[in-house]
């Protein structure tokens, strides 16, 4: 979950080797289709809030991953 919920826009992960990203709707997001490893979360803010991150975020094949909440800032 993104908290505020309409504070984000989009999701991104990223790992050494790949790059997802997926939309934000009521601070909820689901990015499909990770292959397994570890990963930064970065939430594209809109404004007046700033870019949220979380990292190590471990992917394991198969499982959902639940990385409970990214808090934005202003």
């Known amino acids: 979950m993104i908290s505020p919920p309409n504070g984000g826009a989009r999701i991104w992960a990223t790992s050494k080797t790949d790059t997802a990203t997926g939309l934000i709707y009521q601070g909820m997001f ?32 198969g499982q959902q991953t639940d990385v409970g909440y990214i808090i934005l800032k202003k």
């Open 30 to 61: 689901l990015i499909n289709e990770l292959p397994p490893g570890t990963y930064t979360l970065m939430v594209e803010a809109i404004p007046p809030y700033k870019n949220g991150f979380k990292e190590f975020v471990v992917v394991n094949e």
